[in-house]
Each structure stands twice: as structure tokens, then as C-alpha cells.
């Protein structure tokens, strides 16, 4: 099945100059599929009102994918800087941070929302010191050494995941 291509307004939710610097973008139309191909496409369709997959509310499903499409990505990312290519690492990194935020948000049960850092400060499952983490991961993508803390946080993140799983689990017993 073909995906429509579908001009929109960047929401107010979601407008980010490092991911958006634009008022307007291209996306494709979901299908009926999980797909991770252009980040906060699902918080895109829902902030506009429209019907769409949310991943935020099946975490359990979404994320094992999120992680899937990390593994890759991260692959992607080793060799751009082993062979020093930098002309292509900043567009994989937005699509890294990205996965990373969805991750991040979608754990806790929320739809992604660029436009308020203090939502991140209320999550319960999150990584140490997440926010200034960020911070350097946004201003210094193209580094290495984001590339590598961008890696330990998703790695973080995934033992909250399981943390909230294990604790989610225990109590339906």
C-alpha cells in the first residue's frame, strides 16, 4: 500500500527550530502500519485532530519497534563516523534524537510535545539528568561523542521501559 504525501502545519506542540524549521512540511499519511520513517508523524496526525495511530497509548507494542529501528539507525551512525562523513550525520542524528523522544515520551505515555521541557521533568521513567542531556545532544549533534551519549540514553531508556513493564505486569497479578 502506497502512503500519500500530505502538505501540514507544523503544531504548536510539536514546533522545534532543530527538527522544524519550518512552518510547514511534507509528511506521508500513515497507513493502517506502524511505520518510524519521518519522527513525531503519529503526534503530528493527533495534534491536528485527525485519526491516526497512537503509539503513546500501546507503549508495550511501539517501543520494541522503536528499539528495532534504533538498532539500525545506530549501525547507520557507526560507520557515517568511522568514515568521518559529515555531511550526512546530522540528518541521521534528528532522526536518532527523535527516536530517542518518542521513546522517551511514548514510555510514559504521552504523545511527544517539543514546545514544553517541563513535561519531561514530571516522567516517572526517564534516564539521570535526561534534560541537560538533550540540551547537548541538540546543540552539538554532528559530535561523536552525542552520537555516544545519544546511544547510552536509549540504552537507559530501555531499562525503564522494562522497569515500568516489570512493575506494570506485577500489578495486574
Not at 38 to 50: K, L, Q, T
Amino acid at each position: 500500500m502506497h502512503n500519500q504525501e500530505k502538505k501540514m502545519k507544523v503544531p504548536p506542540e510539536l514546533m522545534h527550530p532543530f527538527f522544524f524549521p519550518d512552518k510547514e512540511i511534507h509528511i506521508n499519511v500513515p497507513d493502517r502500519e506502524f511505520t518510524l520513517h519521518e519522527n513525531f508523524m503519529y503526534e503530528m496526525f493527533y495534534y491536528h485532530g485527525e485519526n491516526a495511530i497512537r503509539p503513546w497509548e500501546q507503549p508495550e507494542t511501539a517501543i520494541p519497534l522503536v528499539i528495532k529501528e534504533w538498532d539500525h539507525l545506530k549501525n547507520v551512525l557507526e560507520h557515517l563516523h568511522s568514515q568521518r562523513d559529515q555531511s550526512t550525520i546530522l540528518i541521521h542524528m534528528k532522526k536518532g534524537i527523535g527516536l530517542f523522544l518518542q521513546f522517551l515520551y511514548w514510555s510514559n505515555d504521552e504523545a511527544v510535545k517539543l514546545n514544553d521541557e517541563t513535561v519531561i521533568d514530571n516522567f516517572i521513567y526517564k534516564p539521570v539528568n535526561v534534560q541537560e542531556r538533550l540540551n547537548f545532544l541538540l546543540s552539538r549533534p554532528r559530535l561523536y561523542h552525542s552520537f555516544i551519549q545519544l546511544a547510552e540514553l536509549i540504552k537507559e531508556q530501555e531499562k525503564q521501559f522494562v522497569i515500568k513493564m516489570i512493575k506494570k505486569n506485577a500489578s495486574r497479578k
